[in-house]
């Protein structure tokens, strides 16, 4: 097996429509490290998110991921937790080596880590993962891929 940097860190989202952004974000998880902990938004926090689309149901999603690991045979080195705010267990798991965050996403890691060092706990290193582009160099999303402007792959359509 690969040397791996880190025993454990912790990815997050709400992983509608699962896409190559996705993917790509899931399997640098398990490049950086051993253990992943994947934190899916539950429909709660999910609606309180205001996306113009409507969400598939936590267990929907929960299952597209699983499935999705599985397939790559990483499902034995994830464990899932329902997020249902923005912070999840990043601010109180003493475990937790390291955060994997979008560019988007990434203000909100630096915010966790400001909440660690208060509480007196260690930062956890932070990757940040650039966007993946559709074919038009615009990012892929759950959104774009509702609206069907791209498919899951970032093909345009039409």
Not at 124 to 147: C, E, N, Y
Request: aromatic share 8%; proline share 4%; hydrophobic share 40%.
């Amino acid at each position: 097996m690969a040397e791996q940097r880190l025993k454990t860190i912790t990815v997050a989202g709400t992983f509608d429509v699962m896409h190559k952004g996705h993917w790509y974000l899931l399997d640098e998880a398990f490049r950086i490290a051993e253990q992943v902990l994947v934190g899916i938004t539950t429909d709660r926090f999910a609606a309180s998110l205001k996306k113009p689309h409507v969400i598939d149901p936590y267990h929907v999603r929960l299952n597209d991921v699983q499935k999705y690991l599985k397939n790559r045979n990483l499902l034995q080195r994830t464990t899932f937790f329902p997020l249902d705010d923005p912070y999840g267990i990043a601010i109180n798991n003493s475990n937790l080596e390291g955060i994997l965050v979008s560019e988007e996403t990434e203000p909100r890691a630096e915010e966790i880590n400001q909440i660690r060092v208060n509480k007196g706990k260690k930062p956890l290193l932070i990757f940040v993962m650039k966007m993946v582009l559709a074919d038009d160099g615009k990012p892929i999303s759950s959104t774009r891929v509702r609206r069907q402007e791209v498919d899951r792959y970032g093909r345009l359509i039409g």
